[in-house]
Nanobody, 123 residues
């Protein structure tokens, strides 16, 4: 079992940057694919980025490709989401999730979720 906790959210102006962290517990963290999702008010939760267990494969939502970078350090049980050139439409609660099976864009694949961290981008 994996327990994940997000941090690093906050208020930033458009064009700014934030780095989200996801700290995970459990000895098997290194065997899990990890993903970031977000949910804006009144909208469904959407996929943002994912990384496989070894960190050799990454996947991104088209609208964040080139601006966001997902990475992980299995020795530190941590996943990061570096967000650059932020836009007001990036405003949402960001969730970290762990998947036993594989890195995927569907939230149905993920087994464990954090409580989320708020990211607000002002124009």
């Amino acid at each position: 079992q994996v327990h994940v906790v997000e941090s690093g959210g906050g208020l930033v102006q458009a064009g700014g940057s934030l780095r989200l962290s996801c700290a995970a517990s459990g000895r098997t963290f290194g065997t899990y694919a990890m993903g970031w999702f977000r949910q804006a008010p009144g909208q469904e939760r959407e996929f943002v980025a994912a990384i496989n267990w070894s960190g050799t494969s990454t996947y991104y939502l088209d609208s964040v490709e080139g601006r966001f970078t997902i990475s992980r350090d299995n020795a530190k049980n941590t996943v990061w989401l570096q967000m650059n050139s932020l836009k007001p439409e990036d405003t949402a609660v960001y969730y970290c999730a762990a998947a036993r099976q594989r890195a995927a864009t569907s939230n149905k694949v993920y087994d464990y979720w954090g409580q989320g961290t708020q990211v607000t981008v002002s124009s």
